[in-house]
């Protein structure tokens, strides 16, 4: 939406939250008198920013403190108050976010300096004290990333590169997939711009030939559904640029990426997601080895959906995503999804999920805890955190992140402390392998464990990818 204006604004919070309105009003006014004055680099009024980052928040349905916050996040920064005059006028919850967005926007992931470092240090541990900060940051840089334009080239390449390695990653983890699939596409517009021309025009063709074979099948499927009683949403989804740019760079050609189209098909309840499963099956064909259950087996970003792809009419191929309504909240918002799905206080709900379903959180604070050095605590997290990912299953089928490099020493530590001091071997889908085998997406480890070895050898610390494993192995050989 372009030129938003308070009333936009306004109207989004009401549809949701009319006890919030009087508040954001507030804020608004607030914050206009104190950036009275200042001018983006478009020419607009300054007040627009914080007013577009409010209505990207009031959009996944935030809190009236979030919102709150949202619109004064650069007050702290660019006028002259302080955190106390904003807890004052408002609350402590606002003040604390305000301020833990300006600390955000003092950092540089690309600087070696001391001073970034210990900044970034802070932003990252932000998340463990109050995830709506990283929210807010978000919603800021995706209005900024969408303005890029009006900066200067060196700028755009900068501001890039920066939200591709930190802050769509930030946006996976915690499942907000609207904002991350948005920010990829942004980036890779102004870091490969000849590029990103070239798959958009391309994808635009393909969506124009393939579209009546596919709102055929939407029609149908519909129908399907309806005539036995399942109630259901249809909506059709491309794949977005990046998500193709980065297929294209494995090798694949755009005629084999059999998830360029998909359907996103919800439903009531669980029980319907696998009796509409059944029914398309027998509709179309399925294509047999790309049927993925993350209902049962959620993704560790906790998204939920079943996946399959099938054979449509002339010759394409398209993806299902069946799920329930929920599971639909959660796919596109993440975490943030409990502000509409939550019944209690949204905040405390989020922090607890964080704390025992998210697994990169648990590395974040394991990290926090080794690394008393910030460059050395910063590299590790780009290291382990911000690069590439790889998941893997239990025996049990259960799902686990591991970053790239990663050996079964470092999955049977990530399993527990206990499975990692006793250790003896490994078996990857069925055959045994040495301790330093490096694991790959999907592969089914066995860890074998004897209560009698004297734990891990010395120089498995080195064969050891993470920073957790490295680091128990270390204390154990002390002892
Ligand atoms: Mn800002």
Redesign the pocket.
Known sequence: MDNIVLNDLIKKVAEYNIEAVETVKKAYDYAKKLHDGQVRQSGEPYIT?PLN?AYILADMHADMDTLCAGLL??TLEDTNIIKKDIEYDFNKDVANLVDGVTKISKMNFSSKQDQNMANTRKIITSITEDVRIIIIKLA?RLH?MRTLQFKSEFKQKENALETMEIFAPLAYYIGAYRIKSELEDLSLRYLKPDMYKKIEEKKIKLEEESNKCLQEMLFKIHTLLNDNKIPNEIKLRTKNIYGIYKRLNEGQRLSDIHDLFALKIMVDKIANCYNALGLIHDLYHPINNKFKDYICNPKTNMYRSLHSTLFGPAAITVQTQIRTFDMDKIASFGLTAYWDIAKGNARDIMQKDLKEKFQFFKSLIEMNSIFGDNQEFVNQVKRELFSDRIYVYTTKGEIIELPKGATPIDFAYKLSTDIGNTMVGAFVNDEYVPVDYVLKNKDRVRIVTDELSFGPREEWAEKAHTSYAKKMIKELINK
């Open positions: 920013h980052v996040h650069d800021d900024n």
